[in-house]
């Protein structure tokens, strides 16, 4: 027996090779390495804004079990599309192949496996993405030495873009200087008004208390004049950990910043045990002529006003009325970020074609309020089609992040209130009028 096996092994040596090279367990040099460089280290390196690095084996090994539960949860890497709709240019989320091989990987042992099998280490981008032409100094936030995981307050601030004429760019990153602590910052472009204190922020999640506290009266709606009320253009742009830079050139497309335009950020920190002082910058890359084609950030809301918006106290799957827009113009799609606070817990987007067909082009089914994610695509749009945006919220005591489930909550721009906001970008012809992109709109919230 013995004999006969060593013969065989000696004679079709390279076959048992092979064989043994079949059953050989999953490992971390081949098989997950791969992986992890494509869809984690991003936020999972240091610096960065995950708790841990896997970078190298040794760091990785002792997460193994938990990487095994939070991929086949879904709950890493942080993407919130069905992914039976749609289809998404930025989508990071993992194959089933590829759940499959950290599970297995975890299963056996996590071992190690041969380094002479690793990839190259990935050289991750330090600072900035794009060259950029401009630079645009904005806020220094101070973040306490609080505990990792810790909530510290959202905040709007805004700044002077400084531009002198009205601005084509190409391209925006938001560069915070500290990305550990950085869990997002997202932006847009106003018209500068005289009530407007730069550099000064306004805190978001303070609720006010019960005297201070301004409930909506019927019919009322909720407008710019509210406390810090720019937050119909604070997206256009998001700088989140993990997500491409916001690169128009992407789509031969460019956006017109007008001349004079603030910038308000909205941030929004988690503070990881070290105090530290974050300097904002944005980068612009401009384009030295007018573009072929004109980016526009774009978005609509369910109505705001207390009749219609009003989700009762304790109920766990409140319908919003829904939010409807028409394009006047034939658009590519190309952007899509859903946004809600602590109680939104779905979002759908819908185009009803002009033939009366439908189709959803997103669907958030669990959406979660500290990750706002938008979905990059391309849906050439005909003048004509509706989108029509569902939502439900969720505000019951099930939901782990409802702060009071016995309060009617209206809509604001406060977390603590609610809105139904759905943002998205759309790519024209330069000479497009952008005012005129929708139906029956004025003034284009969020739009330059
Ligand atoms: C966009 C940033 C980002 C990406 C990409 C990302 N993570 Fe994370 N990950 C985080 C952050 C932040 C945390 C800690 C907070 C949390 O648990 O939500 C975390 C936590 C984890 C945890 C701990 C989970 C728990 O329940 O405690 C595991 C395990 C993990 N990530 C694995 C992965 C794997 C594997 C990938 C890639 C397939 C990945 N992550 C991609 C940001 C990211």
Redesign the pocket.
């Known amino acids: 027996m013995f004999a006969k096996c060593f013969l065989v092994t000696l004679v079709l040596g390279g076959a048992a090779i092979a064989a043994d090279d079949h059953a050989s367990p999953v490992t971390f040099s081949k098989d997950v390495l791969p ?2 460089q494509k ?2 280290q ?3 390196r240091p610096g960065q ?3 841990m690095s896997f970078l190298t084996y040794k760091e990785t090994r002792p ?1 193994a079990k ?2 095994k539960v ?2 086949a949860s879904r ?4 993407w919130f599309a069905d992914p039976q709709v749609g289809r998404f240019l930025n989508d ?1 989320s ?1 194959k089933p192949t590829e759940i499959e091989t ?1 599970a297995k990987w975890a299963n056996t042992g996590a071992v190690e496996g041969d380094p002479k099998d690793m990839l190259a280490a990935v050289n991750w981008p330090d600072g900035w993405q794009i060259q950029p032409d401009v630079i645009v100094r904005g806020p220094v936030v101070d973040i306490p030495a609080h505990p990792k995981n810790d909530v510290i307050e959202w905040m709007s601030v805004t700044v002077p873009t400084g531009f002198t004429k009205d601005t084509w760019v190409t391209s925006v990153q938001i560069k915070p200087e500290h990305p550990a602590v950085a869990h997002h910052i997202c932006l847009g472009f106003n018209a500068h008004t005289a009530d407007v204190t730069y550099f000064e922020p306004v805190w978001q999640d303070k609720e006010r208390d019960t005297e201070g506290s301004a409930i909506p009266s019927k019919g009322a709606t909720f407008g710019p004049a509210t406390p810090g009320g720019r937050f119909t253009s604070m997206a256009e742009d998001c700088y989140l ?2 997500n491409p830079v916001a690169d128009y050139r992407e789509f031969q497309a460019a956006k017109l910043v007008p001349a004079g335009s603030d910038i308000t950020l909205n941030l929004h920190y988690t503070p990881n045990g070290t105090a530290v002082t974050d300097h904002v910058q944005v980068g612009f890359t401009i384009a030295k002529e007018p573009p072929q084609r004109r980016y526009v950030s774009l978005s609509t809301s369910a109505p705001m006003d207390a009749t219609h918006f009003a989700i009762p106290p304790n109920d766990g799957n409140w319908q919003s009325p829904p939010a409807d827009v028409t394009f006047d113009q034939d658009v590519e799609l190309v952007y899509m970020m859903p946004h809600m606070h602590f109680r939104g817990k779905d979002m759908k987007y819908t185009l009803v074609y002009p033939d009366g067909r439908k189709e959803v082009v997103l669907s958030v089914p669990h959406y979660d309020f500290n990750w706002q994610l938008g979905y990059s695509t391309s849906v050439k749009v005909p003048k004509g089609t509706k989108l029509h945006v569902d939502a439900h919220f969720d505000n019951s005591p099930n939901n782990k992040f409802n702060p009071n489930p016995s309060r009617t909550v209206y809509y604001g721009e406060m977390t603590w209130e609610e809105m139904m906001f759905p943002f998205f970008g759309v790519v024209v012809d330069k000479d497009v009028d952008p005012k005129k992109i929708l139906l029956g709109r004025g003034p284009i919230p969020g739009g330059a």
């Open positions: 992986i992890l869809n984690c991003t936020c999972h804004i995950a708790p997460w938990a990487m939070a991929v709950k890493m890497p942080p990071h993992l950290i950990p993990g």
